[in-house]
């Protein structure tokens, strides 16, 4: 995976190597079967980190070693709590 696209830079973590993948992967998959849509809200610890109409420049300040769990909310869900952010669905990460 070498020619990354922009939407998926944004999910890009620390890591070296595969594992600074890990995120794009697991987002993909849900993307594959329909639960999020082409850019999902990111929220790490609570914190949104990103979204479609926010461009992120930076590598998420966490590693693979650092995920606890990952959970998805399909856009039914989270347009009510984050409006239009929420329109391709969220990812939550949590390092805790």
């Known amino acids: 995976m070498t020619n990354l696209t922009d939407i998926e830079k944004r999910y890009l973590i620390t890591d070296n190597g595969n594992k600074k993948f890990y995120l794009i992967d ?31 420049n930076e590598k998420i300040k966490t590693s693979k070693g650092d995920i606890k769990r990952i959970e998805i909310m399909e856009s039914e869900k989270s347009i009510p709590l984050f409006g239009n952010a929420g329109k ?7 390092t805790y």
């Not at 391709?88 to 949590?94: A, D, N, P, R």
């Open 26 to 56: 697991f987002i993909k998959e849900n993307q594959e079967s329909g639960k999020l849509g082409e850019v999902p809200m990111l929220i790490v610890d609570g914190k949104p980190y990103t979204y479609h109409y926010k461009e992120l």
């Open 88 to 94: 391709y669905g969220v990812v939550k990460v949590y």
